[in-house]
T-cell receptor
Framework: GEDVEQSLFLSVREGDSSVINCTYT??????LYWYKQEPGAGLQLLTY?????DMKQDQRLTVLLNKKDKHLSLRIADTQTGDSAIYFC???????????FGAGTRLAVHP | DTEVTQTPKHLVMGMTNKKSLKCEQH?????MYWYKQKAKKPPELMFV???????INESVPSRFSPECPNSSLLNLHLHALQPEDSALYLC??????????FGPGTRLTVL
């Protein structure tokens, strides 16, 4: 079935690292994505990882993929107040162009 | 031009009105999407157009009618909506089957 799960809330101190976790169910997903949504705005594609990769790094962002456990994580280094937002992971079951989103993790960054 | 634009930004309509949401992209993407996002929920796919043809309809009620006049434009025609249809309507586009880029959305209120 299609189901993506995330923890709903994460609070971190400015300058610390944030780790947002996600589990997905469909092993046929070719790509897995992380999107960011600020209040009242659309979704911003942050990064994605191809299913045959274990890790992808892009500046402050590191994505880890454990395909055996169907676990995806997003690490944000040196978290800033501008990183406060909702972060959605998404899978593409069956390899088709249909994004299935998790419920979203609200990241709150405090001084 | 690397963005997806949506108009209007906000829309208030009565249950007997007919209105349209518009989406435009000039990135040469061949797939375009409509998503619906209720408050505090993830986006849910409504429709997918691929090469200007409707390829996915996620059992959306007929009071929502999509249209793709050309490869750059996507419309969503609204008629006889219900108050529970109030939501943020997001348009996205993609090249091939990955990296969907989202517009800022239209916030719809049905009275």
């Amino acid at each position: 079935g299609e189901d993506v799960e995330q923890s709903l809330f994460l609070s971190v101190r400015e300058g610390d690292s944030s780790v947002i976790n996600c589990t997905y169910t469909d092993s046929s997903s070719t790509y897995l994505y992380w999107y960011k949504q600020e209040p009242g705005a659309g979704l911003q594609l942050l990064t994605y990882i191809f299913s045959n990769m274990d890790m992808k790094q892009d500046q402050r962002l590191t994505v880890l993929l454990n395909k055996k456990d169907k676990h995806l994580s997003l690490r944000i280094a040196d978290t800033q107040t501008g990183d406060s937002a909702i972060y959605f992971c998404a899978e593409t079951p069956g390899g088709y162009n249909k994004l299935i989103f998790g419920a979203g993790t609200r990241l709150a960054v405090h001084p | 031009d690397t963005e997806v634009t949506q108009t209007p930004k906000h829309l208030v309509m009565g249950m007997t009105n007919k209105k349209s949401l518009k989406c435009e992209q000039h990135m040469g993407h061949r797939a375009m999407y409509w998503y619906k996002q209720k408050a505090k929920k993830p986006p849910e796919l409504m429709f997918v157009y691929s090469y200007e043809k409707l390829s996915i309809n996620e059992s959306v009620p007929s009071r929502f009618s999509p249209e793709c006049p050309n490869s750059s434009l996507l419309n969503l025609h609204l008629h006889a909506l219900q108050p529970e249809d109030s939501a943020l309507y997001l348009c996205a586009s993609s090249d091939r089957d990955n990296e969907q880029f989202f517009g800022p959305g239209t916030r719809l209120t049905v009275l």
